[in-house]
């Protein structure tokens, strides 16, 4: 017998450390600031293009605009070098190709019907 929290074990670890570091943060930071924090670190530790998209949707429910992403990459270039800010910029381009291309093929399967 096959159980759903077992069939994704790291994904649901990843959420409930995620959701535990909301919860933390959530006392001190607005949900725009964290996300932003959370972007910043993205970067520094030149993370893959689905942990962007992960972080860039919620941020997009938030309101966050694609200036304060930019405004984020140009805050911490300086320090984390110019290397992981490209990298960054690439990691996100990627997250939205995915995320367009999926939303692009939920709007022909909703025509299709």
């Known amino acids: 017998m096959s159980d759903a929290a077992t069939d ?4 649901d670890l990843l959420a409930a450390m995620t959701a535990d570091s909301l ?5 001190d930071l607005d949900p725009a600031t964290l996300l932003l924090v959370r972007l910043a670190a993205l970067v520094a530790v030149d993370a893959p293009p ?4 992960a972080n860039l949707s919620v941020a997009g429910d938030l309101g966050l605009e694609a200036d304060q992403v930019r405004g984020v990459l140009a805050a911490v270039a ?3 070098g110019t290397a992981r800010v490209v990298s ?3 990691s996100i381009a990627a ?3 995915v995320a367009i291309e999926i939303a692009e093929l939920e709007q022909d399967d909703e025509a299709d019907e």
């Open 23 to 27: 919860e933390a943060a959530a006392a």
């Open 50 to 53: 689905f942990s962007y998209a």
């Open 88 to 90: 960054a910029t690439t």
């Open 95 to 97: 997250a939205l190709a």
């Open 8 to 11: 994704t074990p790291v994904l």
């Open 78 to 80: 300086p320090i984390v």
